[in-house]
């Protein structure tokens, strides 16, 4: 791992990337040596310099060129503008990994790529066209977390579980010799929290479809604005669905002439049980949810004494989505980031049980 990471370094450290189609170029492809000595090459070059300096290292690269999308490759006519882009396939001790000339980084799976087709230019088997992609049923990522107030009130202490599997699941970001899960679930719980620093982590179960992990976190108390009012914001967790959209998804365009491809059937469910002891409940999300055929999203809700419990559940049904259907896609994801369904808003000092004015 850490030999493919250098490589990966020095090919970025050396050639400059040029963002031209590599297409106009895969019949007369520059060689590896000419690539370094210009010290610039479009993704093909780069590809062709990394896959000669890997084999010389004693891996085993394979070219694989990776897919717009899912798609029936093998009863289509062969054309060059189904594939967007060239990856290798690196295989060292019985593992495989994929390096990605465009971005200079090594993945440890395939998973990073799934919901596109790779034709594999090099004997893979007698099978040369693959679909990367988990089983439907297995693209989930769930993450409950536990909140409450110290004594001192200066500070949330948190803790937070962690189960994600399929093309979902943070293996590829998390796996490696240095501080990489450390560094991955700090993010995702700072995005899913702002300000929320990890304090310790516990994988329970870490392969590549399937991670299971336990952590504990802080949050400073926010500061109260001019109502003594204490603002906390659910965001959306890194590695979740919004991360799985396709380039060209964006919120703001009413309509879209393209169809959205997704790496499968996708659900996400974000829980939080905050202790309300000490302060007054001013607002939280209501209960509600949608549905439409592309899928469903849902906000369910518990107001007990102390506590209160939410429970933010979406669910994308379909891999591939109609240009007609970005409508309905569009309103689930407007739901999912929409500042109502994540804002909470506290008043330290009081005990209540209902929201306050």
Not at 243 to 267: C, H, M, W, Y
Request: net charge negative; glycine share 8%.
């Amino acid at each position: 791992q850490q030999c493919a990471d250098n490589i990966a370094k020095f090919i970025s450290n050396k050639t400059g990337l040029i963002t031209y189609p590599y297409r106009h170029w895969i019949y007369f492809p520059r060689d590896a040596v000419r690539t370094y000595e210009s010290a610039y090459g479009h993704a093909l070059d780069r590809a062709i310099l990394a896959s000669a300096l890997f084999e010389s290292s004693d891996f085993k690269p394979r070219m694989i060129l990776r897919g717009e999308y899912l798609h029936n490759a093998s009863l289509e006519i062969p054309c060059l503008n189904y594939f967007d882009a060239p990856l290798i396939k690196i295989t060292a001790d019985g593992s495989d990994m994929y390096y990605n000339p465009v971005n200079g980084r090594i993945s440890k799976s395939i998973q990073p790529y799934f919901g596109h087709t790779g034709f594999y230019l090099a004997d893979h088997k007698g099978k040369p066209i693959q679909k990367f992609k988990f089983s439907e049923e297995k693209n989930q990522f769930t993450l409950k977390i536990d909140l409450s107030l110290d004594d001192t009130k200066d500070t949330f202490n948190g803790t937070a579980y962690l189960e994600a599997t399929g093309c979902l699941s943070p293996y590829s970001q998390m796996a490696g010799l240095n501080k990489e899960t450390e560094d991955y679930l700090g993010s995702m719980i700072s995005e899913v929290l702002s300000g929320a620093k990890l304090k310790s982590q516990n994988p329970i179960h870490f392969t590549k479809g399937q991670c299971r992990l336990g952590m504990n976190f802080e949050l400073k108390t926010p500061e109260p604005d001019e109502f003594g009012h204490i603002r906390l914001v659910l965001g959306s967790p890194s590695g979740g669905i919004l991360d799985q959209l396709p380039e060209g998804v964006r919120l703001f365009d009413n309509a879209k002439k393209s169809n959205t491809n997704l790496p499968g059937t996708l659900i996400q469910t974000v829980e939080i049980n905050i202790d309300t002891s000490g302060m007054q409940a001013v607002y939280f999300p209501e209960s509600e949810s949608i549905q439409n055929e592309v899928g469903s999203i849902s906000t369910a809700v518990e107001n007990a004494k102390n506590k209160i419990r939410i429970m933010r559940r979406i669910h994308l049904a379909n891999n591939e989505i109609a240009s007609s259907q970005w409508p309905l896609l569009r309103e689930l994801l407007l739901e999912e980031t929409d500042k109502k369904n994540q804002m909470f808003i506290f008043k330290a000092g009081e005990k209540s049980d209902t929201k306050g004015e």
